[in-house]
T-cell receptor, first 119, second 115 residues
Framework: AQTVTQSQPEMSVQEAETVTLSCTYDTSESNYYLFWYKQPPSRQMILVIR??????QNATENRFSVNFQKAAKSFSLKISDSQLGDTAMYFC????????????????FGKGTKLSVIP | DTGVSQDPRHKITKRGQNVTFRCDPI?????LYWYRQTLGQGPEFLTY????????KSRLLSDRFSAERPKGSFSTLEIQRTEQGDSAMYLCASSLISGSTDTQYFGPGTRLTVL
């Protein structure tokens, strides 16, 4: 079974600064997808960024980028130029690729990191 | 393009009562997922459908839980004889198969409180 660990329950960052959220995972699969989702207070979960394990290039989406280290099973999220609207819970999630082994389409989530952006 | 919608947004019930939640996925999305999220935790998978077929169920889905997607469009999740431990946010997500890509888009959730 896959596990996802987010070791930082809470973090804070000054507006306009950069912050990195950590995520590690454990799997025996060779191909899979990794995601970061954002859940603002009392609002629905939104996809931030997605990484395919067979792609070595790190994914980027505007101010959001990842550092994907497949051998270390690490998948951190960097938020540049932090904005007040970035205040939210951030969840790291794993999804296998069923045709490559015993994977499943379900997402396995970490416990989340609560990020507060301070004005 | 409307997103995933869920109804109701909040439900308060007494222990032992039955409750039913509805999820309307993004139009033309052929996969639909149910997750449960308790306070301070990440969502946990319950079950998923591809079109009208229920293809996977978690061991978290006890006999008191049943999910349907009769016409491959909206889905319902019913909990019978609710218990206080069922209090949680129930999230629905949908996705469209495209190769091996399957990005799930979430609805706002239904928050269930069992008294």
């Amino acid at each position: 079974a896959q596990t996802v660990t987010q070791s930082q329950p809470e973090m804070s960052v000054q507006e306009a600064e950069t912050v990195t959220l950590s995520c590690t995972y454990d799997t025996s699969e060779s191909n899979y997808y990794l995601f970061w989702y954002k859940q603002p207070p009392s609002r629905q979960m939104i996809l931030v960024i997605r990484q395919e394990a067979y792609k070595q290039q790190n994914a980027t989406e505007n101010r959001f980028s990842v550092n994907f280290q497949k051998a270390a099973k690490s998948f951190s999220l960097k938020i540049s130029d932090s904005q007040l609207g970035d205040t939210a819970m951030y969840f790291c999630a794993f999804r296998g690729v069923p045709y490559s082994g015993a994977g499943s389409y379900q997402l396995t989530f970490g416990k989340g990191t609560k990020l507060s952006v301070i004005p | 393009d409307t997103g995933v919608s869920q109804d109701p947004r909040h439900k308060i019930t007494k222990r032992g009562q039955n409750v039913t939640f509805r999820c309307d996925p993004i139009s033309e999305h052929n996969r639909l997922y149910w997750y449960r999220q308790t306070l301070g935790q990440g969502p946990e998978f319950l079950t998923y459908f591809q079109n009208e077929a229920q293809l996977e169920k978690s061991r978290l889905l006890s006999d008191r839980f049943s999910a349907e997607r009769p016409k491959g469009s909206f889905s319902t999740l019913e909990i019978q004889r609710t218990e206080q431990g069922d209090s949680a946010m129930y999230l629905c997500a949908s996705s469209l198969i495209s190769g091996s890509t399957d990005t799930q888009y979430f609805g706002p959730g239904t928050r269930l409180t069992v008294l």
